[in-house]
């Protein structure tokens, strides 16, 4: 079991940046893969990124790729997603996700953090 605790979200000028971040606690975080997902007002839930556990490839989605960047530091047991030159569109409450291997499901979700960016 790996629990997930996501902070940094905010309110933001169109243009501006956050850095989200992870924290994980239980069991070691660095065998996980981890993704950011994001869900808007009245849309289902979309893949934003993930990093394999190795941290050797990451991956996104064509909306942010370019603009935000995912990360991880494994002795910190915390995974990152800068967000650069955001857009109104990015609005939507982000959540952390694990999973242990690329073929598995996204078992372990945090509880989810908001992100507002105003025009």
């Known amino acids: 079991q790996v629990q997930l605790v996501e902070s940094g979200g905010g309110l933001v000028q169109a243009g501006g940046s956050l850095r989200l971040s992870c924290a994980a606690s239980?069991?070691?975080?660095?065998?996980?893969?981890m993704g950011w997902f994001r869900q808007a007002p009245g849309k289902e839930r979309e893949f934003v990124a993930r990093m394999t556990w190795r941290g050797g490839s990451s991956y996104y989605s064509d909306s942010v790729k370019g603009r935000f960047t995912i990360s991880r530091d494994s002795a910190k047991n915390t995974g990152y997603l800068q967000m650069d030159d955001l857009k109104p569109e990015d609005t939507a409450v982000y959540y952390c996700?694990?999973?242990?291997?690329?073929?598995?499901?996204?078992?372990?979700w945090g509880q989810g953090t908001q992100v507002t960016v105003s025009s």
């Open positions: 996700a694990a999973r242990l291997g690329s073929i598995a499901p996204w078992n372990y």
């Open positions: 239980g069991r070691t975080f660095s065998a996980y893969d």
